[in-house]
């Protein structure tokens, strides 16, 4: 081994100025209050994306307004410097990661005022409009395109945020949100067939009445709502149902012992309590008595579970 050429070749790795293809910066809430101070971490990697240890990395936003504390830190073992992030007004705030002068990684950070709860994947907003929006995973704004979607998920307009259209605009426009598995029936409006609604934004036909009867009930026709030609697109069609099957997403309850179960990839998780029914965002209408829930057992509902609970992720 060459001990000294490898110190030589690490002293150059360790002073290289990183590419900015392979460093990060991350602000820890996609959306904060005026006020609230915030955590941006800078990961600094090298050329073949290794971490930088030891580096001094700067962050400045671009509004004067804005402390940053402090605005210079170095590197840890992971190559992570740490930042706080404090605005006094509402806004987006542009921020830049710089190593000796060189761009490394850009973010942005959005603060608005007056916010009733910390703002984060699964925050419902709304700006001067009434369509709500839900902040998911990806930083993105999924969009409820009728009253009738957000029912289905969220049982009332408590936990909706007003926040200002700029603060808004903020977040890029994902996609649609679809009804909830198991709630509804749908029609779309320009096609008689009606269909249940899967996990995975599936459509099953319901073939016949008779069908529509043995999974949902006599009230069967309650369930049906209308979707409009121009959100059918957001929906995949699958198998028809069929009457020995209910479909993903259907809660029924049992009606021998009053015990609620979910259905899920053909068994029956068992609500622990109705707490955990309630922290999942399920409804009493959401229910279909039934003689008999006889479905092989899964695992409890015992706690709110995210991908239960939220319908983008």
Request: overall charge neutral; proline content about 5%; glycine content about 8%.
């Amino acid at each position: 081994m060459n001990v000294a050429r490898a110190v030589v070749e690490a002293q150059q790795l360790a002073s290289a100025v990183p590419a900015a293809s392979v460093s990060r910066v991350a602000v820890g809430a996609p959306l904060a209050s005026v006020g609230e101070t915030v955590a941006v971490r800078v990961e600094v990697r090298s050329a073949g994306a290794f971490p930088v240890i030891g580096r001094e990395v700067s962050l400045r936003s671009n509004r004067a307004s804005d402390a940053v504390t402090s605005e210079r830190a170095s590197t840890d073992s992971q190559g992570v410097a740490t930042f706080q992030l404090r605005a006094a007004e509402e806004g987006i705030a542009e921020l830049r990661a710089e190593v000796g002068g060189t761009l490394i990684g850009t973010a942005r950070a959005v603060f608005a005022r007056a916010l009733t709860a910390p703002i984060g994947i699964g925050s419902l907003l709304r700006g001067s409009a009434a369509t709500v929006y839900l902040i998911a995973s990806d930083g993105k704004r999924y969009v409820f395109p009728d009253s009738q979607t957000f029912r289905s998920w969220v049982p009332d307009a408590n936990g909706v945020q007003l926040v200002g259209d700029a603060i808004l605009a903020a977040f890029p426009l994902g996609g649609l949100v679809t009804i909830r598995p198991g709630t509804f029936l749908v029609k779309v409006q320009t096609d008689p067939k009606t269909y249940a609604v899967e996990s995975g934004s599936v459509l099953r036909w319901v073939p016949d009445e008779a069908t529509a009867i043995a999974l949902y009930g006599a009230a069967w026709a309650a369930r049906v709502v209308d979707v409009p030609d121009a959100f059918f697109t957001n929906y995949r069609t699958g198998a028809p149902v069929s009457a020995l099957a209910h479909p993903n997403g259907a809660i029924l309850e049992d009606a021998r012992d009053g015990e609620r179960y979910l259905i899920v990839a053909g068994q029956r998780r068992r609500f622990a309590s109705t707490l955990a029914f309630l922290k999942n965002g399920f409804q009493w209408r959401d229910v279909i008595r039934v003689p008999a829930v006889a479905y092989p057992d899964g695992a409890p509902i015992a706690e709110r579970e995210v991908g239960l609970a939220q319908s983008v992720l």
